[in-house]
């Protein structure tokens, strides 16, 4: 059974940093892009940043370009998100999910299989 248990939420200033960190288990870690999603009150779930299985490619949401990074452990089957410099905007719940096996890097969220529960990011203004 496939799981991905996110964690590293919490509540930060503006300015502040945070990184949040997936761990996954169930699969073959590393034949899987890894990506972070957003879901703030009221509004549809928004990509934000994902890792391709080869952790060759990257791709962000332009409005976390130069602040977030997206990095992997295929050894501890574990995905990271460094958020810096936050803003009250990038409140929300943050998931991790995993795309199909072996495929391109996406930001579409219909294109991974598997998602965590979650993990509340609070920006204070």
């Known amino acids: 059974q496939v799981q991905l248990v996110e964690s590293g939420g919490g509540l930060v200033q503006a300015g502040g940093s945070l990184r949040l960190s997936c761990a996954a288990s169930?699969?073959?870690?590393?034949?899987?892009?890894m990506g972070w999603f957003r879901q703030a009150p009221g509004k549809e779930r928004e990509f934000v940043a994902a890792?391709?299985?080869?952790?060759?490619?990257?791709l962000y949401v332009d409005s976390v370009k130069g602040r977030f990074i997206i990095s992997r452990d295929n050894a501890k089957n574990t995905v990271y998100l460094q958020m810096n410099s936050l803003k009250p905007e990038d409140t929300a719940v943050y998931y991790c999910a995993a795309q199909k096996p072996f495929t391109v890097v996406q930001s579409t969220p219909s294109l991974y299989d598997y998602w965590g529960q979650g993990t509340q990011v609070t920006v204070s203004s």
């Open positions: 890792r391709g299985w080869s952790s060759s490619s990257t």
């Open positions: 169930g699969l073959i870690f590393s034949r899987y892009g």
